[in-house]
């Protein structure tokens, strides 16, 4: 059987300093006081699973993770003090090999929270206008669309980590299963078809759209997913951290290319 190799870039991933922050934000970490080994360990779940999808990962995050390896053993070395012979003055302590990239963090979230200052602003200028108000009440719909803003590509990530470690517990001793390759556009299509067959308000666990074990399925799937999210084709929502993940389709979708 032949291997079909995928190579996707995607625009979502801003880099590693916005990787950090989003799991110090996620699992409450206090920038000041960075626990090295749980945040370096999250950190390299990311990138492997960045690698199991075969993710075009950049070089900038591979630097940063050997980095964090190398803050983290650092940390675990004894901490040495130099003791000086003047009586009068203090002792010289090491500095704090966490610093340097908690100044980073702190750096980049700024700029970070003054984008999104700016953006807002964007959009709030974007809905003045010079002419006359207008009756618009029959264009309003009756229905809000709901988009929950907190499901990022990163949150789509942490779950692909737990359904690789779901399915590597369920995973049968012995199987002779082989499934045919499928081209992620052909798969797109089939989740279109998924949830547009679903009932009005009804939503779709995450879980549901990976019944099959191999590799190479679960893969083109998330794929698939992620391509339909950059497209902003699905509705992807969650009600709060590390709960489950429900998709639905957008209003006005139906298949690809028949919207």
Known sequence: MIVQQYSVKLDAFEGPLDLLLHLINRYEIDVYDIPMAELTEQYLLYIYAMQELQLDVASEY?????????????????????????????FDMEEDPRDELMNRLIEYRKYKEAAEDLKNLEEERGQMFTRAPSDLSEFISGEEEKVNLDVNIYDMLGAFQKLLRRKKLQRPLQTR???????????????????????????????????????????????????????????????????????????????????
């Open 62 to 90: 591979l630097v940063m993770a050997a980095t964090l390896l190398e803050i983290k053993s650092k940390l675990l070395l004894p901490k040495q003090e130099e003791e000086l012979f003047d009586e009068d003055m203090e």
């Open 177 to 259: 299963i082989t499934r045919q390759e499928i081209p992620i556009e052909i798969r797109m299509e089939q989740i279109m078809s998924e949830l547009s067959s679903l009932q009005v308000n009804e939503r779709k666990n995450f879980l549901d759209l990976f019944p099959y074990e191999d590799k190479e399925h679960i893969v083109v799937t998330f794929l698939a997913l992620l391509e339909l999210m950059k497209t902003d084709t699905i509705l992807i929502e969650q009600t709060q951290n590390f709960s489950a993940i429900f998709l639905s389709l957008k209003k006005g979708e139906s298949t690809i290319g028949h919207s």
